[in-house]
């Protein structure tokens, strides 16, 4: 197993190596193979690509995000503007219903509200925005609906990751309740994790998903 130390210098050397990265205004420090992230970064999309390229990372057990977001002068838009680019790229995007999700913009920070059928379709609105220029963070009010039977959704989910023979599916414990699916156990890596997460959120009738699943 790694040493903190050598999770440091491995997540550093990460950092450094993915192009869309720009680490000169991050500090790394980890501890019992938790990693935290300080400091700014210039764009929301580059706190997302920084976030995952730490999860690439074998042995990290969590990672916790503490970066502001400090666009360029020149990358800074009205909100107007900044509301109306958003409509504009949501509209664009396959798979999100066109007028479904209403936008508000605060000082760089989008405020997404409305009702979808899926899941994927929230995740796939939020990264659609979060690639804006301008966006310093987003706060997502969009609604799922939820007709189906939480043993139904339960079965989904444990026949998904089955078949996609997950290592750690029979240590990871399904809840759900009124279409929040709440996901606990061990997992071996961050990968795991997040492919359990994707599973879940991409199952028809779910609508949060809580993530209480630990790393070993």
């Known amino acids: 197993m790694k040493s903190d130390?050598?999770?440091?210098?491995?997540?550093?050397?990460?950092?450094?190596?993915?192009?869309v990265v720009d680490e000169t205004g991050i500090e790394v420090?980890?501890?019992?193979?938790?990693?935290?992230?300080?400091?700014?970064v210039p764009s929301y999309a580059q706190k997302i690509a920084v976030e995952k390229a730490v999860q690439r990372v074998d042995g990290v057990r969590a990672v916790v995000v503490r970066l502001?977001?400090?666009?360029?002068?020149?990358e800074a838009l009205a909100d107007e503007a900044l509301?109306?680019?958003?409509?504009?790229?949501?509209?664009?995007?396959?798979?999100?219903?066109?007028?479904?999700?209403?936008v508000?913009?605060?000082?760089?920070?989008?405020?997404?509200?409305?009702?979808?059928?899926?899941?994927?379709?929230?995740?796939a609105a939020?990264?659609?925005?979060?690639?804006?220029?301008?966006?310093?963070?987003?706060v997502d009010r969009i609604d799922v609906r939820s007709q189906?039977?939480?043993a139904e959704i339960g079965a989904k989910i444990a026949g998904a990751l089955k078949r996609r023979a997950r290592a750690d599916a029979q240590r990871m414990q399904i809840d759900v309740r009124d279409g929040v699916v709440t996901l606990s156990g061990v997992v071996h890596s961050l990968a795991e994790k997040r492919a359990a997460h994707g599973i879940a959120w991409a199952t028809r009738g779910v609508r949060d998903v809580v993530d209480r699943l630990t790393v070993e």
């Open 29 to 40: 420090d980890v501890l019992d193979r938790v990693v935290t992230l300080r400091g700014s």
């Open 126 to 138: 939020e990264i659609a925005v979060g690639r804006l220029r301008g966006v310093v963070g987003i």
């Open 148 to 150: 189906a039977d939480a």
């Open 5 to 19: 130390d050598e999770l440091k210098h491995d997540v550093i050397d990460e950092l450094e190596w993915d192009p």
């Open 83 to 102: 509301a109306a680019a958003a409509v504009a790229v949501l509209e664009a995007t396959d798979g999100v219903p066109r007028g479904a999700i209403g």
């Open 68 to 74: 502001h977001v400090l666009p360029p002068g020149a």
């Open 104 to 123: 508000q913009a605060d000082r760089g920070c989008l405020t997404l509200t409305g009702t979808l059928d899926w899941g994927h379709q929230r995740r």
